[in-house]
């Protein structure tokens, strides 16, 4: 006996071990925002070598600016600047309401022409049954997004039927800790307007973070053993 009861402290003390290594790792990959990540690193033009690429011509298909065409970024290593609206607003309601009623009775029986009781001919024989079930539910969720500002991000690649891929980052050294601004996703040049700017809601399947590091924005977060306790992992 004494032996199970032991064993029964080392599994649940192996489980509160493996609970905490792994909401310690998710708050590790919480935290992995930095900067200079290479993920988020800028691309640059190619340079060329002018001599090799001159052909006896003062004109340069590469740095020709057309006097009746938009300067746009069209090449990998251009920059773009992408206009932030993001608005989104979401509202669910639901109301389920059962109720459910039942009876049965049956008459008391006959024997010979007369009812049968008991309990000296005070009770006969006869049964009624009712039963009723009742189930409301009601729920109602409510959820806005507002996100404005600018950014200038780098073309990444340029695709086959002209469409660029852009990514770029902004942090902001604030006066306790950093405030960053992350941008990917897949844009048309049609999309592109005269100064160069694109909006958000054009950028095909877009990544947008906004976020901070530091001791404000860990003042904010919730502890990592009340996250447990809140969440689905815990059973009451």
């Known amino acids: 006996m004494t032996v199970y009861r032991k064993w029964q402290r080392v599994t649940l003390l192996s489980a509160v071990g493996l609970s905490v290594i792994g909401l310690s790792g998710c708050t590790t990959i919480y935290h992995s925002e930095k900067q200079d990540d290479p993920n988020w690193a800028p691309s640059y033009a190619a340079e060329e070598d002018s001599e090799s690429q001159s052909s006896g011509s003062i004109y340069n298909v590469a740095t020709a600016k057309m006097l009746f065409q938009d300067k746009k970024a069209l090449r990998v290593g251009d920059i773009i600047t992408v206009t932030l ?5 979401a509202t669910k309601n ?12 049956t008459t008391a ?17 006869g049964v009624s049954i009712t039963s009723a079930n009742a189930f409301k539910a009601e729920t109602d969720s409510k959820q806005s997004n507002l996100l404005n500002g600018t950014i200038s991000v780098t ?18 050294s604030l006066n306790q800790g950093n405030e960053f601004i992350r941008v990917s996703g897949m844009i048309r040049p049609e999309d592109i307007d005269k100064d160069n700017q694109v909006t958000s809601t054009k950028v095909a399947n877009a990544r947008i973070y906004y976020g901070g590091t530091g001791p404000l924005a860990e003042a904010n977060e919730e502890g990592w053993l009340s996250r447990f306790f809140n969440s689905g992992w815990w059973p009451l």
Not at 85 to 89: D, G, I, R
Not at 97 to 104: A, I, N, R, Y
């Open 109 to 125: 029986p006959t024997l010979f022409g007369n009812i049968p009781s008991v309990g000296g001919g005070t009770t006969d024989l």
């Open 85 to 89: 609206a993001e608005n989104t607003s």
């Open 155 to 172: 073309v990444q690649k340029v695709f086959s039927n002209g469409n660029l891929l852009i990514r770029g980052e902004k942090w902001i």
């Open 94 to 105: 639901a109301d389920t309401e059962l109720s459910k009623d039942t009876g049965v009775s």
